[in-house]
């Protein structure tokens, strides 16, 4: 059985990502400080195959420790949130994600070194890498061609992927770079330092576009506020279908040394997707009247990426469809609504 170590275990993504491999036999190690949610319960806490370690990914010591008898490790830790918080966190979301990536990418290093069995290092990037693009859709290569990200969360993404490939050029690493393209699912709440941000009479959840614009029609808003025009394009991706195009990566030979956009094909804008789930939440009869809101400075207005390198490298795809993600996350965002975690 082979051993994954996750950093960032108890985070949105993270949590379909422990759940990923231990469907697929893997003994999975998390480690998690708690930091953006406070401690969450997970589906697998008691699985056996499953371990997690509060603690600080900046420990190197014991993050080197725990990779000295793993095979892999997803590096998933950082700090993340929705657009509001580029602008409220930019300095932390570009030092402290720095020196977190640093210290799990020194730990590897000092396991590799020290004779451990750890075959890869798999990082998390994000679709932010292609902020400042001008050609669509984006195909892996382009981070480098087009101008860097404005937004510091953007240009740290980045840099995470310049940590892989240096340290595979010094060190010889072997590294995978994944780029997920918006993720949507359950799971995701309100963070411990998120600042409250109201658009018309609703606070913003999280600045993430579907559980914002969820919780705005199921709290009665209309007509409905979003942010923007409502001519940003972006693909929607379900959690799961994240999860499995990651895990299928990590003993694919296909990835070894190699970068993928993860993501769905599909496309929306803003407004088609308000559409979907007011006619979801209100039913097919009942009109949609919008009202445009002042955007965020990095709401990006395009984001569409080109997955045919993984689908024919990995044979990846995202199957999921929008309309059926959506059933699955506004009852969950119902019942946190009722709870108050969003």
Same mark, same amino acid.
């Given at each position: 059985?082979?051993?994954?170590? %996750?950093?960032?275990?108890?985070?949105?993504?993270?949590?379909?990502?422990?759940?990923?491999?231990?469907?697929?036999?893997?003994?999975?190690?998390?480690?998690?400080?708690?930091?953006?949610?406070?401690?969450?319960?997970?589906?697998? !806490? !008691?699985?056996?195959?499953? =371990?997690?370690?509060?603690?600080?990914?900046?420990? +190197?010591?014991?993050? +080197? !420790?725990?990779?000295?008898?793993?095979?892999?490790?997803?590096?998933?830790?950082?700090?993340?949130?929705?657009?509001?918080?580029?602008?409220?966190?930019?300095?932390?979301?570009?030092?402290?994600?720095?020196?977190?990536?640093?210290?799990?990418?020194?730990?590897?290093?000092?396991?590799?070194?020290?004779?451990?069995?750890?075959?890869?290092?798999?990082?998390?990037?994000?679709?932010?890498?292609?902020?400042?693009?001008?050609?669509?859709?984006?195909?892996?290569?382009?981070?480098?061609? %087009?101008?860097? /990200?404005?937004?510091?969360?953007?240009?740290?993404?980045?840099?995470?992927?310049?940590?892989?490939?240096?340290?595979?050029?010094?060190?010889?690493? /072997?590294?995978?770079?994944?780029?997920?393209?918006?993720?949507?699912?359950?799971?995701?709440?309100?963070?411990?330092?998120?600042?409250?941000?109201?658009?018309?009479? %609703?606070?913003?959840?999280?600045?993430?576009?579907?559980?914002?614009?969820?919780?705005?029609?199921?709290?009665?808003?209309?007509?409905?506020?979003?942010?923007? $025009?409502?001519?940003?394009?972006?693909?929607?991706?379900?959690?799961? !279908?994240?999860?499995?195009?990651?895990?299928?990566?990590?003993?694919?030979?296909?990835?070894?040394?190699?970068?993928?956009?993860?993501?769905?094909?599909?496309?929306? =804008?803003? +407004?088609?997707?308000?559409?979907?789930?007011?006619?979801?939440?209100?039913?097919?009869?009942?009109?949609?009247? %919008?009202?445009?809101?002042?955007?965020?400075?990095?709401?990006?207005?395009?984001?569409?990426?080109?997955?045919?390198?993984?689908?024919?490298?990995?044979?990846? $795809?995202?199957?999921?469809?929008?309309?059926?993600?959506?059933? $699955?996350?506004?009852?969950?965002?119902?019942?946190?609504? $009722?709870?108050?975690?969003?």
């Amino acid at each position: 059985m082979k051993k994954v170590v %996750v950093t960032g275990s108890a985070g949105f993504i993270g949590g379909y990502i422990v759940e990923e491999l231990l469907s697929k036999g893997y003994e999975v190690v998390g480690v998690d400080n708690y930091s953006k949610y406070g401690p969450v319960k997970k589906s697998y !806490d !008691d699985n056996p195959n499953y =371990t997690l370690h509060v603690a600080d990914v900046e420990d +190197t010591r014991l993050m +080197t !420790d725990l990779l000295m008898d793993a095979d892999h490790m997803i590096a998933g830790a950082a700090l993340i949130g929705g657009i509001s918080y580029f602008h409220t966190y930019a300095y932390d979301l570009l030092a402290q994600n720095e020196r977190i990536i640093a210290s799990s990418t020194d730990a590897a290093i000092a396991a590799k070194k020290a004779g451990s069995r750890l075959e890869k290092v798999t990082y998390m990037s994000s679709s932010m890498v292609f902020e400042s693009t001008d050609r669509w859709p984006s195909k892996e290569g382009d981070e480098r061609l %087009v101008p860097p /990200p404005l937004s510091s969360y953007g240009f740290q993404k980045l840099a995470v992927e310049y940590f892989a490939i240096a340290a595979w050029d010094q060190y010889k690493l /072997p590294y995978t770079i994944l780029r997920p393209f918006n993720c949507v699912g359950i799971g995701e709440r309100r963070a411990l330092g998120d600042v409250e941000i109201h658009s018309g009479n %609703v606070a913003l959840a999280m600045s993430h576009v579907v559980p914002d614009l969820v919780q705005k029609i199921l709290k009665g808003q209309d007509p409905l506020h979003i942010l923007g $025009e409502g001519n940003q394009v972006r693909h929607y991706t379900y959690g799961g !279908d994240l999860a499995r195009g990651i895990v299928l990566s990590l003993d694919h030979p296909g990835a070894l040394n190699n970068d993928f956009n993860i993501s769905t094909a599909d496309g929306h =804008t803003v +407004t088609e997707l308000a559409d979907i789930i007011w006619h979801k939440i209100k039913g097919p009869e009942r009109p949609l009247n %919008v009202v445009s809101d002042e955007g965020f400075e990095y709401d990006v207005q395009k984001r569409v990426p080109d997955v045919t390198k993984a689908r024919e490298v990995l044979g990846f $795809e995202a199957t999921t469809k929008l309309e059926d993600m959506l059933d $699955e996350v506004i009852p969950w965002i119902e019942n946190a609504i $009722e709870d108050g975690t969003i």
